[in-house]
């Protein structure tokens, strides 16, 4: 799996006066197996972004490749794509509307027309990667506590088995029990599976943690790619010996300007 973002801007409506440039010359590539945190403050891009990679929303320049196959081509099929990029939007636990768990985790399969075993071996599947106990699998989902309601919504996309599990803002709302509870089930599911994880957040702290690859986007720009240890480790290590390198010092000022409460020392720097 292979996503090329090739240079998309994206203007939200255009020629009405209310016009708002959200995506600025974005280019990236998104690679098997990545864990990547897309990071912003609120209006940054990062949603609409994260809907240009399933197609929902459609670049008003630039294309997007996936696995090579340019994704505007009018013989690309958007519904693989969509099944293949699963989104997991922001307060998900809104959109669980089944009498039991288990109907809910089934439902996306279902309607891709598979068999009813099928369905369910997903279900099944899906219900174990985010870790929910099997004793409340026939129970209703409004029951549920907040982190549990978010966990049978990622299982509800990952029972499509995409390629690419995208979670916007997942942590939104919880409670620090609820915030763990997401966030290592996250962790585990992707350990577990080995699918490309795109994590959005406001929270610098709540991503870098976890993931090997941090974006940042500020005004609709994509302005830092890396990965935690190079965004924060050189600052950190020069910091401690009293020659934070100007080029690094320019990175922090960067981030604090577009908003984030940068604390390097909350970081946790693997070794090389
Ligand atoms: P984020 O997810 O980082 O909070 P968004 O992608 O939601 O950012 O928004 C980027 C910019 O686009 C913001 O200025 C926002 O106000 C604007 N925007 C988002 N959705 C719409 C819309 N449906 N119509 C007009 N402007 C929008």
Redesign the pocket.
Known sequence: MSIIVDNISYT??IGTG?E?Q?LKNVKCVINDGDFIGLI?H???????FIQHLNGLVKATSGTIYFNGMDIYDKDFDMKMLRSKVGLVFQYPEHQLFETDIFKDVCFGPKNLGLPKMEVELRAFEALRLVGLDENLYYQSPFDLSGGQKRRVAIAGVLAMRPDVLILDEPTAGLDPKGRDEILDSIKDLKEKTGITVILVSHSMEDVAKYVNRIMV?NDGVLMYDDTPKHIFAGYRELEQIGLAAPQVTYIMNDLKNAGFAVDVNAITVEEA
């Open positions: 939200y409506e209310f708002k959200a912003g609120t209006g940054s891009g990062k949603s609409t986007m």
